[in-house]
């Protein structure tokens, strides 16, 4: 353990992620949610690491299970939404979390109570998250100040005063223009790129190993945009954290992301380093995906490729591969019968297609128990 | 803050003067007045007056002169605090309604309290707990609290109280203490009485506003700072408090502003039934009997609690929400 947390210190973050234990192992996650009209597989196995000062880009289309995905690591999945099967691994690196780890050094997050105290101390502390919105996640009755001194002293033994110092700290730190001013400031009061660095200070406020943005760009406009990404680059850098970064944008992935999951329905198509993803992108979805991007040099006035077809309602999802309908390789007889198992296509990269592999998940699809 | 609450109080007698003159009007618009009624009811009794007699009455009130100049004269000495003599007791008002008025504001304060003290917590446990055994319990008491009317709940009490325990639960103090002067004996036996019409008072209100309190949680609870305080690792309970129901609970305070004066009205029905000795039934047969000056002033000074509600509702709003200071 304690040569594993000398490692980090010196991880870089291009690193090889080949030889190094993770932070974060996902495995077989399914988060399924228990409606009235049927259930829905908001993830439905899906299995990633994340390596220590990595930065993992999930990728995919709206309703993809990618904000599920990080809800589920969180344990913040709203009800009736539930972790229903499969192993979330995180490997706690500060002294306080240990207690909760096995013999391994790892918690399995996916058995602890979602409310219980060790998930909690787990929050915030050990991983945060930048969320979507950050004018809606800051509340408006309540100063910037109180809301960071709260995060601070939630984990941190420290008095009032010394927690306000540490808030105007990391306020100053990403460069929040007279933080001391800021901090009896409300959310409302604040323009939307400064309000992102507030949550990002936020974030930051317990030195978490692992930050979670869930799309904290999407909300603010592009000028900003690129600076709040060069600034998350930065910090994760200077702090050498893990980052699960989330993202429709593939422009974003391309800027920041080391390592790329691609989803689609809850699954997912294929996995590698960023570069093989963009480069030579191997299972059908992800080379449509790319395709659908306007580039400088393609010809104009024509037509920009689009992925035909919609994505089938969560009730009504296909049975085998969840990409079938749309795909422009489907195999009748296979694709539309059996369900892919993600597999490695090279040394790098790992795709869930047929088009590689044979393995294919067992006939009988996993039942749910109806409980409500 | 303070520029808001100067305002508003600058504000109080333009609304109180708007106030008086509609009152009057309305007081004054059913045909007939006090001379008439008590002429109806002098001819029931089977006895009459002359013209003359009728005249000489008229006059001494003041009924013979224009609207305009009677307004004024009652204005006038309203604003020499002096709220005249009702025509109907052959009393000084000031001095019928003083006891009434105290134990009327004392009768809804208590009812307020109450129904705000139980109907925010089983609000936010029935918002948290949702579609659960309690949330379901809770909806069945709130919907028969807002369904039966008060005074039916009145009426049951009474009459469960005199099958059950032989006592009559009428009135807010006991026969020999009626009249008495003030003492802690007097105050203690008002206690014991006043208790019942509290709780059916409260029973209603509570309903109401728990209703109200558990959509605005609801509401709430899905926003995404509820989430974030979650992900950064507070105990569900002090987050829920502390972000959720602190906005949920702006839109219960702002019914301030007309749930007190309805507390008062509402409780006429009540009272009448329970024969309390408070404003309502007096302003009632005040306006039965067209007793202009006693209606007038009760409806003035239901006004002025209207007034004072709706004031400390804007003020503990604008203490509550940041947004409402910075827009005054």
């Given at each position: 353990m304690t040569d594993y947390r000398l490692l980090i210190t010196t991880t870089?973050?291009?690193?090889?992620?080949?030889?190094q234990s993770p932070l974060l192992a996902v495995n077989n996650l399914k988060t399924y949610f228990q409606l009235d009209e049927g259930v829905v597989?908001?993830?439905?196995?899906v299995s990633f690491d994340v390596h220590p000062g990595q930065v993992v880009g999930i990728v995919g289309e709206s309703g993809c299970g990618k904000s599920v995905t990080i809800k589920s690591i969180l344990r913040i999945v709203p009800p009736p939404g539930k972790v229903v099967e499969g192993e979330i691994r995180y490997w706690p690196q500060k002294q306080a979390t240990y207690?909760?780890?096995g013999f391994d050094g790892s918690v399995d997050l996916a058995k602890l109570d979602p409310r219980g105290k060790e998930m909690r101390s787990m929050r915030g502390s050990e991983i945060a998250l930048i969320p979507q919105e950050p004018m809606a996640s800051f509340?408006?009755?309540?100063?910037i100040g109180n809301q960071l001194i709260e995060a601070i002293r939630l984990h941190q033994k420290v008095s009032k005063k010394e927690a306000a110092e540490m808030a105007i700290e990391r306020m100053h730190e990403v460069g929040v223009p007279s933080p001391e001013q800021r901090m009896n400031?409300?959310?409302?009061?604040?323009?939307g790129g400064l309000r992102q660095r507030a949550m990002i200070a936020m974030a930051l406020s317990c030195n978490p190993s692992l930050l979670i943005a869930d799309e904290p760009t999407t909300a603010i406009d592009v000028t900003t945009q690129a600076q709040v990404l060069s600034l998350l680059k930065r910090l994760q850098e200077s702090h050498n954290m893990a980052i699960i970064f989330i993202t429709h944008d593939l422009g974003v992935i391309a800027q920041m992301a080391d390592y790329v999951v691609v989803m689609y329905l809850g699954r997912v198509m294929e996995t590698g380093p960023a570069d093989e993803i963009f480069h030579s992108p191997q299972h059908p979805y992800t080379k449509a995906l790319l395709e659908s991007i306007p580039t400088v040099h393609s010809a104009s006035r024509t037509f920009l490729p689009t992925i035909a077809g919609s994505i089938p309602h969560p009730f009504n999802r296909p049975p085998g591969c969840p990409y079938f309908p749309r795909c422009v390789d489907y195999m009748p007889g296979v694709c539309d019968q059996l369900t892919p198992i993600i597999q490695p296509v090279n040394p790098k990269q790992a795709a869930s297609c047929f088009l590689f592999s044979d393995a294919a998940e067992d006939v009988e699809p996993a039942t749910v128990k109806s409980k409500r | 803050m303070t520029q808001l609450i100067v305002k508003r109080l600058l504000l109080l007698p333009v609304l109180l003067f708007i106030f008086s003159v509609f009152s009057f009007i309305i007081i004054q618009a059913p045909p007939g007045d006090f001379v008439t009624s008590y002429i109806a009811e002098l001819a029931s009794s089977g006895s009459s007056m002359d013209q003359a007699q009728i005249d000489a009455l008229r006059s001494t009130y003041g009924l013979d002169q224009p609207l305009t100049g009677q307004y004024l004269k009652w204005i006038g000495r309203i604003l020499r605090g002096d709220l005249g003599v009702s025509l109907d007791w052959q009393k000084p008002i000031g001095e019928l309604i003083g006891e009434r008025l105290g134990l009327t504001v004392m009768l809804g304060l208590l009812t307020f309290f109450l129904s705000w003290a139980l109907a925010v917590p089983i609000g936010i446990i029935s918002a948290v707990k949702k579609y659960t055994l309690v949330d379901y319990f809770f909806t069945i008491f709130n919907y028969i609290g807002i369904a039966t009317p008060t005074f039916m709940v009145a009426l049951i009490a009474m009459w469960l109280a005199f099958s059950w325990f032989g006592v009559s639960v009428t009135g807010l103090f006991s026969s020999e203490y009626v009249?008495?002067?003030?003492s802690l004996a007097r105050f203690g036996d008002l206690m014991t009485h006043m208790w019942l019409p509290v709780l059916i008072l409260t029973l209603s209100g509570t309903a109401r506003l728990a209703r109200i309190m558990r959509a605005n949680l609801l509401d709430e609870l899905n926003k995404p700072y509820v989430e974030m305080a979650r992900a950064k690792g507070m105990s569900e309970w002090h987050l829920i408090i502390k972000y959720p129901v602190r906005l949920a609970l702006n839109p219960l305070v702002s019914t301030i502003g007309w749930y007190l004066p309805l507390i008062f009205s509402g409780s006429l029905v009540v009272a009448t039934v329970l024969n309390l000795p408070t404003i309502g039934p007096m302003l009632l047969r005040s306006l039965t009997n067209q007793d202009m000056f006693l209606a007038g002033a009760i409806v003035l000074i239901y006004c002025l609690l209207a007034i004072i509600g709706t004031l400390v509702s804007d003020i503990l709003l604008a203490w509550l929400d940041p947004r409402i200071r910075m827009e005054s």
């Open positions: 870089i973050s291009n690193m090889n992620p080949d030889n597989k908001a993830v439905d196995g207690e909760a780890s509340s408006p009755v309540h100063t400031a409300y959310s409302w009061e604040m323009s | 009249d008495a002067p003030w």
